[in-house]
């Protein structure tokens, strides 16, 4: 997978906080998870809207 932000965002917070989830094992909720993306200006796409 390629991942791009253009222009360069500080994205490494994100990518950090998503290792410490995977290192622990963690299982994040639904909720969880959009407070995660919250924190680092991201958003879920609903497949339906994919046009």
């Known amino acids: 997978?390629?991942?791009l932000f253009a222009p360069g965002a500080p994205r490494e917070a994100y990518?950090?906080?998503l290792a410490e989830i995977g290192a622990w094992g963690?299982?994040?909720s639904d909720d969880?998870?959009?407070d995660?993306?919250?924190r680092h200006d991201q958003y879920?796409?609903?497949p339906a809207d994919r046009g």
Do not use: S
Request: no cysteine; hydrophobic share 60%; charged share 35%.
């Open 26 to 28: 963690r299982t994040l």
């Open 36 to 38: 995660l993306w919250a």
């Open 44 to 46: 879920r796409v609903d």
């Open 32 to 34: 969880e998870w959009v």
């Open 15 to 17: 990518f950090r906080e």
């Open 1 to 3: 997978m390629l991942v």
